[in-house]
């Protein structure tokens, strides 16, 4: 294809905006998919990103658009996840573009997510097509979003689409703009190949395949490549195009986007980032390749039965082929036995992975409460990465402990400042700034449901929202608010660790480390609700909440005293005898014996549920 | 394994009656209200089972009968001398049998009683559940407690010497104090035989629905161990011998069918949803009422109410070795589940019931069962369960300990995990 007939572009837009059903909107306009075969969302093939109407894996699909000029043109859209855990990916996906559209939902107007992609989009250097969608629903506010848009990111009225996925609306006019704005890709097809890979997959028959873009020079089917990183050279297979099935097409030329199956059978071989060049001809460089993210959550996770860790070791391998950002070493632990401590990129992709883990791998898991990684500076000179609580030295050894901070974004309605104030600053959070996304409308402002919207700006510490930040927003805004973050340093905090007892014995996985002002409350909370999700045993079990030795909080697990089928008569027999052999089962699933006392999954996800009392107030 | 000949011969006979005027809202039973029409040519469905399983089954006796439910009572005496005649015609009853009827207080009149003495019956076992007018409301009984208490004598002046009741503890919003109140009311009746039942709260009903909702508390478990404690306290003054985790009985009043169930010796139940263990299988029937009806050669009434509801039962997987009688009344008749008692399974099954009982398992026993002790198959659990005070032994065998008895699930399902990993030669 002419290199000046082609548009690369992706569609970034914050969750739920409705990027998928317009991607949809785009595939059948351009007869890439005929009606019949339309299911909704084809892009998430992932049956969770359908489940969650989320995306979760980059995707690429060719479209053909004949222009108003007659002529035929290739567009190829990029699908990128849009949470910001997945930024990665975003900034994988915005690599290969000249354009992107930048998709605001017409009822809800920019979003938290929808300021952190465009300013990646920016950085990216892409072209912007502001598009606000969903115009055909009741609660469309076109003219709001758009006066928000101009006002947030300085947009004129002329250059902001309006279009709806649901009905096609408005879908014509986005591909002529596509065609006119979005820029040819540059590149040199007599040049030596540099493709950049921007995602990869395994295929059972096909090997390793590769999504790239060629930058400058061309391929074909049956050339020898070379991974520039990896420096392994295997030969094109196939070479083609999503749309959104795979195509053959023997070549790829300059500015393209497409796959080539490399009949590589491990994925390391060919990571996400690297560049593809021709065996015979190399490139004197590589593309540049992407920063690699650097995990911030990090949660222990294990099999339920001992005997399923090397299971768990393989299904986390192969995620972490086509997920570069997911991290995992084993660790082991006196209460769940031998697992790995995994970093994720945030609470979405740690949620996202576990899920994947259960489903596509079969496995049961227990995960521990999520922690952030600790600078600790010891009293010898030395700093340790302490992403485990039970791997935290003693307190006399240490000197001063950092923890992350994150600079997070709010945007929300101004009638819900004064509640997100409220549990920022309980959290330990500091407000750094608040900007109007468009005037104040001063002549109605007792009307809430217009009331203008705004910008919060704090830093909190990371550890403060990785549990329960993001529920507590939604409920304190009736869901109105969205949230964004980005790491910014380390500080020296008052931390403490706080250790867990079941019937005297420290259990290592229930540790947690936080911040000295309300260790206590927490303990005292954690114990409480360790009482109820512990099962009675046959005799009472204290549980102990401990800050460095001395103990803070106690509960008794009260002996069970009745656990006994009633009533066995002739008709019961089989159905009692396997409700009895459950039982006996049901112990050893979802539960790990600690000592004697069975705890199950839930107890060690307790943390999840504990609540920020206001110690500083009373 | 060999056992005296009169065993093979002489079973314990069930036959479900699946109507109820009402369906309690605790109640998981296979049992059905608004389906009367169907009790004519459901009974003839009954007498044409026995008839079938009596020419399968030739030369076997009825050591027991039990008729029950639903509600046995509900329906009418002639229809219940029927189906006593189509029993005894098949399975004639050895001497002294004994022969059960379950009654709800409203059924229960003098002619009533008087109609059931002359179909055979020697025994009624008595559905009062609480002595509480309240309780009884939440529960959906129909009757009072002052007509479960003139019930209970109709009864008597009747004929009938040989009486039971049933009631439950642990219900919700029930004080301690009105449990005790309930024992005393009991007592006073003088029953040779009271089954006092710890309420579980089933899965699908609707109190289970209730507690869900919020609507009626949650019933407390510690509450209910209290109870059972002052239960037991109370008969064993009265003279009660507690020979069942939830039954007791003036000596020699014990059920005779129940303890069938709990020896693991063979039974025959008849209607839908019963289960028999016959020829070292356990079967049972399909459990729709019309189904059954139909799979015995009978028309179903032509009626809104009466047609045929949800599909025909599947036809089960039968195990290799079904023996042919059983095979028989699956290809032609109402049995749709069949399971074979391997020796693992009946090893586990013989422990999980017989541990019910106050006598427990006995050595005897079951050393003429299985060629073996006690302890050459269970040392380690026997010993695990006695170092958690859960059992005791002797010479005789092995029985729950007093506080066993509250946690016979911890002790049941070490036997049957235990007896079920064990390999035995089939």
Redesign the interface.
Known sequence: MDQSRIRNFCIIAHIDHGKSTLADRLIQETGAVSTRDMTAQHLDTMPLERERGITIKAQAIRLTYKYDDDKSYQLNLIDTPGHVDFAYEVSRSLAACEGALLLVDATQGIQAQTMANIYLALEHDLEIIPVINKIDMPAAEPERVAAELKQAFGFKDAEILFASGKTGAGVHELLETIVHLIPPPKGDPGAPLQAMIFDSKYDQFKGVVAYIRVMNGSLRTDDRVRLMQTKVEPDVLEAGYFSPVMVKSDSLGVGEVGYVATGLKNVRDCRVGDTLTMASNPATKALPGYASQMPMVFTGIYPSEGDEYPALREALSKLQLNDASLVFEPESSAALGFGFRCGFLGLLHMDVIQERLEREYDLELIATAPSVSFDVELTDGTRIHVDNPSKLPEPQRIKTIFEPWVNITILTPSRYIGGIMEMVTLRRGEYVKMEYLQPAQSDNAANASQDARVMLEYNIPLSEILVDFHDTLKSVTSGYASLDYRLIDARASDMVKLDVLVNHEAVDALSLIIHRSYAESQGRQLAAKLKELIPRQ?FQVPIQAAIGGKIVARENI?A???????????????R??KL??K???GKKRRAKMIGAIEVPQEAFMAVLTLERQQVSRH | MTRPAIEQQSIGLYVHIPFCETKCPYCDFNTYSGIERLIPVYVDALCEELRRWAELFPSHASRTVFLGGGTPSYLPPGDLKRVMSALTGGFPLVADAEVTLEANPGDVTQERASGWLDAGFNRVSMGVQSFDDELLTLLGRRHTAAQAIDAFEVLRRAGFTNRSLDLIFGLPQQTLQQWIDSLERTLELSPNHVSLYGLQIETGTPLEAFVRSGKVPQPDDDLAADMYLAAREKLAEAGYRHYEISNWALPGMESQHNLIYWRNEPYLGVGPGAHSSMLKHRFANMKSPRWYVRSLGFEVPADGILSLAGSQPRRPDLPKSTPGQIRAMVAGGPVNFVEQTTPSLELAETMMMGMRLDTGVREADFRARFGKSLRDVFSREIDQMLAAGLIEEDADGIRLSFDGKLLGNEVFGVFVAAAESMLLAE
């Open positions: 046959m009260s069970m005293r009745k656990n006994v089928l009633a009533k066995c008569y002739g008709g019961d027999v089989s009692k005898r009895l052999e039982q006996a089962e």
